[in-house]
DNA sequence: GAAAGGATGTTGTTTTTACAACAAATAATC
DNA sequence: GATTATTTGTTGTAAAAACAACATCCTTTC
């Protein structure tokens, strides 16, 4: 998010922003869902859970997020009156709050740094955007083989080989398609048999097969 | 994207942002997949197909879109350099096109709309990326039951009422959560013989339930 | 290098889904 | 208003996935 400012101007940056770092204990409140915020949190250090209760009051727990991650963009820069998530310190935890509105507004004294933040927030949106697609891509396949080719291709694509790894652990993988790791690990041993791929832990080669000609 | 530009202003603006108005016949490519884009299109009339080709070689629509809709931008803003995808005129089409350069960079004359047009596309992102995410929510889950479950406590939530109506049919409702339709109706009648919700058409209503206590 | 812990692969069973074919209800067309 | 589509609900069957329990391999730790 503050990519392209150095170091140095931060100083400067954040108090122009109303930035303020903030510290929770584990299980305390951030935002409050029904509630309004216009706030963009960055979390430093600790971990926070992004929480929504379902209609019979369930609760269930959205993402984790770690150091670096950012939470709120979404809902300011959509202007979101009312948040439809909670978010809780999982740990304890420290937060960086900065008011989207003061990002958005082109302060009236010399700080020059509010086109780049926007830039750099509509990248990051664009980017979010992009990844959230391609997981819509591959979880929407009705089998888990269909999962598992939709993903290995795009990655595949993505490393312009047929040869690549992944960043997944197999229990990981199979969270990210939404299927049983056991019964993703053995699909994977049918399709290695059948001659479709061959793994070497999280290294995949995908092999060219005469299709229907 | 336009929202908030008066419609006599467009004439301003349009040439400003050096948009061009292109027509292609059914069957004519738009956007060449790995190939490099800027800009960002808009439907004006017909409809459009992002298709993309898997490793094998099986080409897939992944959206069509009709006038109104937007595509590229994401790819535009996170300034990816070749795009993973294709765009194909679906039907006769008329599209505009608009460098995403010229939107982002501050023009030298007296043109004062680029602030307005960031903060819509920054607008644009974040709702998609709210629809996408929780679309995520519903599609992750494991059972048809659950599916619903989750969709339609969304929409109670957003309609701020146990009744509501959803803007689906049956069959979009199932295309959306990625179940097969008939399991879906079948489902649907087991939760409302269960008491858990009615159903009239669209118009849907979830029932409290008594819980574990 | 032995022991412990974690990750991964395998197998059998139960549950759930997709698929297909059809009936019933609703909407559209003439 | 009769006829024709279209949408929705139902049922049975085959296929697939989840689940559970366990074996094997790999890594870490002492």
Same mark, same amino acid.
């Given at each position: 998010?503050?990519?392209?400012?150095?170091? $140095?101007?931060?100083?400067?940056?954040?108090?122009?922003? $109303?930035?303020r770092?903030r /510290?929770?204990?584990?299980? !305390?409140?951030?935002?409050?869902? !029904?509630?309004?915020?216009?706030?963009?949190?960055?979390?430093? @250090?600790?971990?926070?859970?992004?929480?929504?209760?379902?209609?019979?009051?369930?609760?269930?727990?959205?993402?984790?997020? #770690?150091?670096?991650?950012? %939470?709120?963009?979404?809902? /300011?820069?959509?202007?979101?009156?009312?948040?439809?998530?909670?978010? #809780?310190?999982?740990?304890?935890?420290?937060?960086?709050?900065?008011d989207?509105?003061?990002?958005? *507004?082109?302060?009236? @004294?010399?700080?020059?740094?509010?086109?780049?933040?926007?830039?750099?927030?509509?990248?990051?949106?664009?980017?979010?955007?992009?990844?959230?697609?391609?997981?819509?891509?591959?979880?929407?396949?009705? #089998? #888990?083989r269909?999962?598992?080719?939709?993903?290995? @291709?795009?990655q595949a694509?993505?490393?312009? /080989?047929?040869? %690549?790894?992944?960043?997944?652990?197999?229990?990981?993988?199979? =969270?990210?398609?939404?299927?049983?790791? @056991?019964?993703?690990?053995?699909e994977?041993?049918?399709?290695?048999? !059948?001659?479709?791929?061959?793994? =070497?832990?999280n290294?995949? *080669?995908?092999?060219?097969?005469?299709?229907?000609?």
């Open positions: 998010m503050f990519a392209g400012i150095a170091a $140095g101007e931060m100083e400067r940056l954040l108090p122009c922003l $109303g930035a770092e /510290s929770y204990e584990k299980g !305390e409140m951030i935002f409050q869902a !029904e509630a309004p915020s216009t706030y963009v949190g960055i979390v430093l @250090s600790g971990a926070v859970d992004v929480v929504q209760e379902d209609f019979w009051g369930n609760r269930g727990i959205l993402a984790r997020l #770690t150091p670096g991650d950012l %939470f709120g963009e979404a809902f /300011s820069c959509a202007q979101v009156e009312k948040l439809p998530v909670g978010v #809780t310190a999982a740990e304890d935890v420290a937060i960086l709050l900065v989207y509105r003061r990002i958005a *507004t082109t302060c009236t @004294s010399a700080c020059g740094f509010h086109a780049r933040l926007i830039h750099n927030m509509l990248r990051i949106l664009a980017e979010k955007n992009i990844a959230l697609t391609q997981k819509i891509e591959h979880v929407t396949r009705r #089998t #888990t269909e999962k598992l080719l939709s993903y290995l @291709s795009a694509r993505r490393a312009r /080989s047929s040869a %690549f790894t992944i960043p997944f652990d197999r229990q990981a993988l199979a =969270e990210y398609l939404a299927v049983d790791r @056991s019964a993703m690990s053995a994977l041993g049918r399709m290695r048999r !059948e001659g479709l791929l061959s793994v =070497e832990k290294r995949f *080669t995908l092999h060219e097969k005469a299709r229907d000609f």
